[in-house]
């Protein structure tokens, strides 16, 4: 989407406004002079620089409207020309005031993108080689704004999180370039919504190699913001040896927040192996901090990828993760499919009364939350005809395994007009 409406002036008469009063011709059509800051969302603090050429993306849209195609503008670029201030990249698409000096509201974002379909930003975090066009700003504090106040002053909030390491070896004497690092099962794709600045869940998973500097001691991430750390590890690697850190094993960090950096100072032991650790939540919150020292890796490098049955897929991950094949998925049996739509989706083991249809033998309905009752969170299970899978698992001959968790092996692909899970050849029943 490249349309752009730079300014919609409403004439009625040459100086007469549609109600019939004289215009304000001083401030009509006055061109928007934009500045820009940097500024914490947590303590209000105006942090962080622009460097030059930083572009923008800016919307106008009239006053306490939604952001839509009838943006009076749309997606102009915007570059950095110095201080806090923002130049039009091209002076014929300099945004103007409405002519009948009308309030409005302006909407930016960066880094700027030419294409932007649907008011959706696609964020991928998959490569931190180049962190600053990663690195997503968002702004919608510059409102009822109009051409007698010509300045669009917005300010913009970090919408990731920012992850970085302070490591040195034990022996601070102790060369360790050529350290990689990386996280692993960690959301690498999302959309982020212009209209009302909410990321959406990721849509791919993988893992991330961070930025490290050429001797080892520094070494940063932007990463997508979660709120489970279970099944992500930093796993640290130089000259052979191998050190790992489950995220979830923190004692007070357990998530990572948007707008947030969170220090880790990392200590690495060569002679046995150990890494120690210390978090911390810096800069826009003060967040507790940690001491961590960790056992030696002994053997290969244990198998992070997703999918295994110690580490399977969630209802939400499998959802993103078509075409794979033999991997474990764990949910909660929260009912079935009456038909082959998943809008025939029965919350329950038993048939809802005036139906005349049938309990389902041939599928399930999995979901993360064990009362899960609404269908855009349910995930699709094909019960294969063999006696070993249909007998044990449908819901009409075993109600009560309805809101039983369960491990099921399988391929995902399409299903119920969907994504799910096909061809079982394993399950697994998790009592808890």
Known sequence: MRTKHLFLPLICGLLLS???????????????????VKESTQTRVTTGTWSQND??????????????????????????????????????????FPF???????????????????????????????QAAINLLYSNNATGLNARIPHANLSFHHQLTKIELNIRSENNATDISGLTVRLTNTGTRADFSLVDG????????????????????????????????SGKHLVFEI???????????????????????????????????????ESSIEDWIN???????????EGDVPDFSKGTRSNPFTVEE????????????????????ATTGRSSFVNSAFVPEGESFLVSQSNLALAFDVNESDV????????????????????RENPENFRRKILLRGDIGTFMNGIGLRELTEFEFIDE
């Not at 109600?19 to 928007?32: I, W």
């Not at 040896?241 to 032991?269: C, D, E, G, Q, W």
């Not at 499998?318 to 499919?337: E, F, M, Q």
Request: aromatic letters at 12%; one cysteine or more.
């Open 18 to 36: 549609c109600e019939g009063n004289p215009l304000d011709t001083s401030a009509a059509s006055r061109t928007v002079q934009v500045n820009a």
């Open 55 to 96: 572009a923008i993306g800016l919307f106008m849209i009239r006053s306490g409207d939604a952001l839509n195609e009838t943006a009076l503008a749309q997606n102009v670029k915007y570059i950095h020309s110095g201080g806090i201030s923002f130049s039009p990249y091209n002076e014929n698409e300099r945004i103007l």
């Open 100 to 130: 009948d000096v009308s309030d409005v509201d302006f909407i930016g974002y960066y880094p700027f993108t030419e294409t932007i379909d649907g008011f959706i930003f696609p964020v991928d975090v998959s490569d931190q080689s180049n």
């Open 198 to 229: 909410t990321l959406s869940s990721p849509t791919a998973y993988g893992d991330i190699v961070f930025k490290t500097a050429a001797n080892g001691r520094f070494s940063e991430a932007i990463v997508l913001p979660t709120t489970d750390l």
């Open 239 to 277: 000259g052979g040896i191998t050190y790992l850190f489950p995220l979830s094993s923190a004692l007070n960090i357990h998530s990572f927040n948007k707008s947030t950096r969170y220090i880790y100072n990392v200590t690495l032991n060569p002679r046995s192996a150990s890494v120690t650790v």
């Open 287 to 297: 967040g507790p901090t940690e001491d961590i020292t960790l056992d030696p890796n």
């Open 318 to 337: 499998a959802r993103v993760s078509a075409d794979r094949t033999g991997v474990w998925v764990i949910g909660y049996i929260v009912g079935y499919y």
């Open 376 to 395: 855009a969170n349910t995930f699709p299970v094909q019960i294969p005809t063999a006696v070993a899978f249909r007998r044990p698992l449908n819901l």
